[in-house]
């Protein structure tokens, strides 16, 4: 079942597949009339995205972007719907960002050639081209090169959180993006929560922050999982959102964009919101 809205989508920015054109193309063709690209830790992908969009009068486009923080054994994952992307300060922060990740990604590449496994970091790079560099390129490598037989397994054999070539990225505090979201007037989501261990005690340090939304209805959330964590959203008067997390890349877990049970009604909360703090897409 297709939803009108999909806040959460990768485009080749960051790690997707596809363009921001070819992604809103998709999107739109699917049915979805309200959606976000929300790439990791980049907005560069948002001109392009602006662009598109204004080719279909009835789409509300969202700019989003997805950081990547860090708490003791696991990553949180903030998304910022709305934000003012122009300002120099922001901008200036994500680059610092994309550099760390060149320097860590250039690391893993040199763990999996000590491990017997090399993959060539020129390659690497051009599967990123411009986009924040991250694990699933080095997966892309890993499997091209003939080193493994799945991208999954690049993960389980490698490169995930406890794997010999795995490498930490800067740490940030997902408070402090929430408050780096909120300074460019963005409304700020926490991403996924279904595996955060401790999440009321991130939620209610996180909601002081400014965090507004938390995804409940993502990719392959069962049923009960979203019931379970609709109830944690509105025990701390946040809006239930959700997006496909589309990436282009295929895998068990994939989506087509929006194709999520995502209803109206948060949408339309959030909506709100925006044209509340003044926001200019919130039309
Ligand atoms: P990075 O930001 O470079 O650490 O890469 C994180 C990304 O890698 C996530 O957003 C996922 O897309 C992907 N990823 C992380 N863990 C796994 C896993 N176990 N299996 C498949 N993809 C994963
Ligand atoms: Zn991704
Ligand atoms: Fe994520
Ligand atoms: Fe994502």
């Given at each position: 079942m297709a939803s009108r809205a999909d806040l959460h989508t990768h485009s080749s920015f960051s790690d997707?597949?596809?363009?921001?054109?070819?992604?809103?193309?998709?999107?739109?063709r699917h049915g979805v009339r309200v959606m976000a690209l929300t790439d990791h830790d980049t907005i560069e992908g948002l001109p392009d995205?602006?662009?598109?969009?204004?080719?279909?009068?009835?789409?509300?486009?969202?700019?989003?972007v997805e950081i990547s923080t860090d708490v003791p054994g696991n990553e949180v994952h903030v998304l910022g719907h709305f934000i003012d992307w122009q300002d120099r300060?922001?901008?200036?922060?994500?680059?610092?960002?994309r550099q760390s990740r060149q320097r860590r990604a250039r690391k893993m590449v040199d763990k999996l050639a000590a491990l017997g496994k090399p993959v060539s970091w020129k390659h690497v790079q051009s599967l990123a081209s411009d986009a924040a560099i991250g694990r699933p390129h080095i997966a892309r490598a890993l499997m091209e090169a003939g080193h493994i037989a799945t991208f999954d397994e690049a993960f389980d054999l490698y490169i995930g959180r406890k794997g010999p070539a795995y490498v930490e990225r800067e740490r940030l505090a997902p408070a402090e993006v929430v408050e780096m979201i909120a300074?460019?007037?963005?409304?700020?989501?926490?991403?996924?929560?279904?595996?955060?261990?401790?999440?009321?005690g991130l939620l209610s340090q996180l909601?002081?922050?400014?965090?507004?939304?938390?995804?409940?209805y993502y990719q392959d959330y069962s049923q009960e999982e979203v019931e379970r964590l609709r109830a944690v959203a509105d025990?701390?008067?946040?809006?239930?959102?959700?997006?496909?997390?589309?990436?282009g890349l295929g895998g068990p877990r994939e989506r087509e964009p929006g194709d999520i049970p995502l209803p109206d009604e948060p949408v339309e909360r959030l909506l709100?919101?925006?044209?509340?703090?003044?926001?200019?897409?919130?039309v």
């Open positions: 997707g597949l596809l363009s921001p054109t070819e992604l809103i193309d998709l999107a739109y995205a602006f662009a598109a969009a204004a080719r279909y009068p009835d789409l509300t486009f969202i700019p989003g300060k922001f901008q200036r922060r994500l680059l610092q960002m300074a460019v007037n963005g409304l700020p989501t926490l991403a996924h929560p279904r595996e955060l261990d401790g999440l009321e909601k002081a922050a400014g965090l507004v939304g938390m995804e409940v025990r701390f008067a946040l809006i239930p959102l959700g997006g496909s997390d589309y990436h709100a919101l925006a044209r509340e703090r003044g926001s200019p897409q919130a």
